[in-house]
């Protein structure tokens, strides 16, 4: 259980042209970290892993828990080992960002995020199932549903990425949230936090899967100079 590797299942560049068939079971996921985020086979909703659990987040607004045998294009986890760097208040999304990176103390290494306390507002998003043929990744905006929820507790959690690994991974944070009650979360549009504890973990090792064995994923053209545009497009 090495608490240094961020492991990652896939790329978000194989996402843009709408390679969304899962490649990797849940439970496989799971020997890999137990902390983390991702999307289920068809993009199908937003997935947060915690404390070795995988919840997803329907476009319904529906949280559950994720079965063993279910598939994923991508995922991200590691094994939880964050270090405490203290507390914020009052902090709109893009400040909180901001304080992330400046507590974390450097833009060139991976680190995970979590943030939990209580939020004055968290407004995400989760993406409908998508079937073949699948569409952009871009085009499945109009399938995402969006909510926001006042006053809630729970947690902010994901990953910062440095811009040089774009295509790989989404640059900069991807973050997801998910309520105390486990009721309510997604894929996080905004956020203005009430009071909240912050913990970070950093990475010197990124373990990148590719789905290998999937025929679309081998011969699929992944050049496109647009690549990096469309995911930023897509995760914002």
């Known amino acids: 259980m090495d608490k240094s590797v961020l492991y990652q299942h896939g790329t978000l560049a194989q996402l843009v042209p709408g390679l969304f068939q899962g490649t990797l079971r849940a439970d496989e996921l799971l020997k890999h970290g137990d902390t983390g985020i991702g999307t289920l086979n068809g993009l199908n909703g ?9 919840y997803q987040v329907a476009a319904s607004g529906v949280v559950r828990l994720v079965n063993a045998d ?8 590691h094994w939880a080992d964050f270090t405490s760097v203290g507390a914020v208040d009052q902090l709109d999304y893009d400040t909180l960002r901001a304080e992330l990176l400046h507590r974390a103390g450097t833009r060139n290494l991976f ?5 939990h306390g209580t939020f004055q507002t968290v407004t995400t998003r989760a993406v409908a199932e998508q079937t073949e043929p699948y569409p952009t990744l871009t085009a499945t905006a109009a399938a995402q549903q969006v ?7 729970g947690t902010l959690s994901g990953y910062y990425s440095p811009n040089l690994y774009a295509g790989a991974v989404s640059p900069g944070f991807h973050l997801h949230f998910l309520d105390d009650a486990h009721q309510f979360g997604g894929h996080v549009l905004d956020a203005q936090t009430t009071a909240a504890t912050v913990e970070l ?15 679309d994923f081998l011969q699929v053209n992944l050049d496109d100079p647009n690549i990096t545009a469309a995911i930023k497009q897509a995760e914002n």
């Open 147 to 153: 909510f926001t929820r006042q006053n809630v507790a």
């Open 46 to 54: 937003e997935l947060i892993i915690a404390a070795g659990k995988i």
């Open 111 to 115: 680190f995970a995020v979590r943030v």
């Open 201 to 215: 973990q950093k990475f010197t090792d990124f373990q990148l899967h590719l789905p290998a064995a999937d025929p």
């Open 70 to 77: 279910e598939m994923m294009p991508f995922a991200n986890v």
